[in-house]
């Protein structure tokens, strides 16, 4: 009786194991041989998102579609998931890259592979409507500690958090864009931090919050911070990436690529500024 | 209304992935409660340990946890489970631990007297099992396996974090696009709380059929 059981679920389980086994890797000739390649995206407007018609739109979709384009993939399966899953889920392979305007950063470096730089943007604060805190900045954040902040798990404004030497108690975690209008409108945290874009598109939805104005961008070793964004790749997928950033370092020269983002809301300095370094600099701390 | 209508199509696609999820992992989990329940009764010391081990290790740490083992961490070792089996797998692992001691609790309750008859009928230990414990057990075990398939249908939830876009994740997905809190969750809730009324109904149905075909009345397994 035992073993009956036993050898049920023992097969079973062989069986689904090893109809899904995957030993998928971002390989450049079988990318390119069967034209379809797996990307994630984290659900934030404008840097990538799903619509309600189930496609990948905003600043790394829309580009990666075009320069994939230009590949001759056209096959993309598009995966939606939290934002800090994304690397995790790149590590483990469960999709070749990520397109969601990641900030290359040191930290990131180690962990994974980005390509050229593709966008940058500026800082923001959400507050409530009216800005009762009167925050406009970082520093702000310093100077009263009882002012909390929100951010998203995995996000970069910790790190510009940290290095204004923000405790602990004071950092909020956020599951996701989303739950920031409700946090900040609520009173749970006095202030949101995101880029500029994302702080700009939250208030335009909603009367409860604002963004803080004016507003002082937050400056870490001496110069003001701006984020700035690529498509991030498995550390062990450098053909490809070398021939996708080929591709990417042609397309940046059309207009075709500034009106994609100037449509999300850049403006031409930002595209200048993220033309102007490279992820080489980002990586080693000097951008 | 008019709002509410357009949110529907996109939830109950979700809702659909959800029932699918609810139903494997509760019949994967459903196999898994026996085999185990009725492992940690053997006399064999091995499969009684392999038993123990599995029904402690998934009752004592966190189902979200189990999923992000599966689905982060298993691939880094070799082995790459797609995101809807990785979250079967956790879920009915999950459910599997709970429902083997409902049935081991079952199995013990059956009154000794029923044992004695059986060696005094010279009925073998397998046939003891299957023919006169087990069809007395499984009527003891139905009421707290409803709430364990209610409880399965609820956990599925935690999928949409490991890239499934069930109702869950329809919703946050929904709430990105619309920036609309109040609405979807509330007709989230909704959807649940109809799917875990169909559940359960169909978890007495079941609960009856069996009654009858063991041949006591309801809610009285023995007089």
Same mark, same amino acid.
């Given at each position: 009786m035992n073993r009956k059981i036993r050898n049920m679920i023992a097969s079973t389980l062989a069986l689904a194991l090893i109809g899904s086994l995957a030993f998928a890797q971002a390989d450049l000739t079988e990318i390119q041989e069967s034209g379809s390649i797996r990307i994630a995206t984290a659900n934030e407007i404008p840097y990538g998102w799903i619509d309600e018609n189930g496609d990948a739109r905003g600043i790394g979709p829309d580009v990666a579609e075009a320069v994939l384009a230009n590949m001759g993939v056209t096959d993309i399966d598009w995966t939606v998931t939290e934002f800090g899953s994304l690397i995790p889920g790149l590590i483990a392979d469960r999709f070749d890259m990520v397109a969601a305007s990641q900030a290359v950063l040191p930290a990131r470096c180690e962990q994974v592979d980005f390509s050229i730089i593709n966008s940058s943007y500026g800082e923001g604060l959400l507050v409530e409507a009216g800005n009762p805190q009167d925050?406009? &900045?970082?520093?702000?954040f310093v100077d009263n500690s009882n002012l909390t902040m929100g951010i998203v798990s995995g996000a970069d404004q910790l790190d510009f958090a940290q290095a204004y030497g923000l405790r602990q108690n004071q950092i909020v975690s956020i599951p996701s864009n989303t739950d920031a209008l409700s946090a900040v409108a609520t009173g749970r945290v006095d202030a949101y931090a995101a880029t500029g874009l994302t702080v700009g598109r939250l208030a335009l939805n909603s009367e409860d919050v604002e963004a803080a104005e004016p507003f002082t961008d937050p400056v870490v070793d001496g110069e003001p911070v701006r984020s700035f964004g690529a498509f991030t790749?498995?550390?062990?997928?450098?053909?490809?990436?070398?021939?996708?950033?080929?591709?990417? &370092?042609?397309?940046?020269?059309?207009?075709?690529?500034?009106?994609?983002?100037?449509?999300? &809301?850049?403006?031409?300095?930002?595209?200048?500024?993220?033309?102007?370094?490279?992820?080489?600099?980002?990586?080693s701390g000097e951008g | 209304m008019e709002q509410l209508l357009?949110?529907?199509?996109?939830?109950?696609?979700? @809702?659909?992935? @959800?029932?699918?999820?609810?139903? =494997?992992? @509760?019949?994967?989990?459903?196999?898994?409660?026996?085999?185990?329940?009725?492992?940690?009764?053997?006399?064999?010391?091995?499969?009684? =340990?392999?038993?123990? =081990?599995?029904?402690?290790?998934?009752?004592?740490?966190s189902l979200l946890v189990q999923m992000f083992w599966l689905f982060f961490a298993l691939p880094l070792m070799g082995i790459s489970l797609s995101p809807v089996l990785a979250g079967i797998l956790a879920l009915s692992l999950n459910i599997g631990a709970y429902g083997a001691e409902v049935v081991r609790g079952a199995i013990n309750s059956v009154t000794q007297g029923q044992y004695e008859a059986a060696v005094a009928l010279n009925f073998s230990k397998r046939y003891t099992l299957w023919h006169v414990i087990l069809p007395q057990a499984l009527v003891e075990m139905m009421p707290p396996f409803g709430n364990l398939v209610v409880q399965n249908l609820k956990d599925t939830a935690l999928v949409s974090l490991i890239t499934l876009a069930d109702l869950t994740f329809r919703a946050q997905n929904l709430r990105n696009l619309t920036l609309d809190s109040v609405p979807i969750y509330s007709l989230t809730l909704v959807i649940y709380f109809v799917l875990a009324l169909i559940f359960m109904s169909g978890m007495r149905w079941l609960e009856r059929v069996i009654a009858f075909r063991v041949g006591v009345a309801q809610g009285r397994a023995r007089a």
């Open positions: 925050i406009h &900045g970082y520093e702000d790749l498995n550390a062990d997928s450098d053909e490809f990436r070398e021939a996708f950033n080929e591709e990417l &370092g042609a397309f940046q020269e059309t207009q075709e690529y500034r009106d994609i983002l100037l449509s999300h &809301g850049l403006t031409e300095q930002d595209i200048d500024a993220a033309l102007a370094v490279t992820t080489e600099e980002l990586c | 357009n949110l529907l199509p996109p939830l109950l696609e979700g @809702t659909w992935v @959800t029932i699918q999820l609810a139903l =494997a992992s @509760t019949v994967l989990g459903g196999i898994l409660s026996f085999a185990a329940g009725i492992g940690k009764l053997s006399r064999n010391f091995f499969v009684r =340990a392999i038993s123990v =081990a599995y029904i402690e290790i998934f009752r004592g740490t």
